[in-house]
DNA sequence: CAATAATGATCCATATAAAGATCATAATAT
DNA sequence: ATATTATGATCTTTATATGGATCATTATTG
């Protein structure tokens, strides 16, 4: 019943439509500093694919995602999850923290025990001092 | 016109469920690797901003991101933007690559520079080295 | 202890990232 | 030089991450 599906498709542009009149799109903006470290690390990513002789298509299938999105990975796109970056960047033998798996594991621990002991919510000084004058 | 819109969203949501038979749902699976990486940036994170003495309301703010996923990302989720990881990162004061600024332009040059020295593509041995036997 | 604020968790709607396909171009091996 | 393959870029569809709201719980201050 191809008909049916056409209708029906054209009631879901229509209500997307009615939406679409004000996206209210989020537009991010990112600090320099961002935009630097994302770079470097897809340069680091594609530098190591080539030097290990692997094609785009390989670390990709190996990472479970598409070329396309390892594409921008390497281009240092800063709208992917973080996951895949980060998976892309295992496969490759980029480290993160410049630490192995171990290292990493410990430094988690450290971590947690600083957290322990800071205040579990951060409390803001209900009043101003009362500027008395 | 309330009704127009609930018979709309009836189709739209027919025409979603039509699909939504067979999902094909992506999952996707991370190394061990990846996950305490991630955990761990997370954790770095909430300590920085505690420290800071920032709740999660503030930095989410200026960041520019919801509370709910500062939440994510301070435990580590994967599935989030590495874009907003970063900025976060940069906000409580969090160094990535442990470079500042100026090290992080340098830092590209010379990747970009190695870059250059690499094949522009990589090229698998077109045939098998013919084993004859 | 009481009051209040921060955090954690969950839900829904929607904006958007990702997959997949396709095309053009560039680069490598023979 | 030529054939072949990798890469780059763009488009559409679909899956999903995010924002925003709400509620419960926990912490902190006074």
Same mark, same amino acid.
């Given at each position: 019943?191809?008909?049916?599906?056409?209708?029906?498709?054209?009631?879901?542009?229509?209500?997307?439509?009615?939406?679409?009149?004000?996206?209210?799109?989020?537009?991010?903006?990112?600090?320099?500093?961002?935009?630097?470290?994302?770079?470097?690390? =897809?340069? #680091?990513? /594609?530098?190591?694919?080539?030097?290990? !002789?692997?094609?785009?298509?390989? *670390?990709?299938?190996? $990472?479970? @995602?598409?070329? =396309?999105? #390892?594409? /921008?990975?390497?281009?240092?796109?800063? !709208?992917?999850?973080?996951?895949? *970056?980060?998976?892309? $960047?295992? @496969?490759?033998?980029?480290? #993160?923290?410049?630490?192995?798996?171990?290292?990493?594991?410990?430094?988690?621990?450290?971590?947690?025990?600083?957290?322990?002991?800071?205040?579990?919510?951060?409390?803001?000084?209900?009043?101003?001092?009362?500027?008395?004058?």
């Amino acid at each position: 019943m191809v008909v049916h599906r056409i209708i029906i498709k054209a009631f879901y542009d229509l209500y997307m439509n009615q939406n679409k009149l004000m996206p209210k799109s989020i537009i991010r903006t990112y600090s320099r500093y961002s935009r630097e470290a994302s770079l470097l690390l =897809g340069e #680091l990513i /594609r530098v190591a694919r080539k030097e290990r !002789k692997l094609t785009a298509q390989e *670390v990709a299938d190996r $990472a479970g @995602i598409s070329r =396309g999105l #390892l594409q /921008r990975i390497e281009k240092g796109d800063l !709208k992917c999850e973080i996951g895949a *970056v980060f998976e892309v $960047a295992v @496969i490759v033998g980029v480290k #993160l923290f410049d630490a192995d798996e171990t290292t990493l594991t410990r430094h988690i621990r450290q971590t947690e025990d600083k957290l322990s002991l800071l205040p579990k919510s951060v409390r803001r000084k209900s009043k101003v001092v009362h500027d008395d004058f």
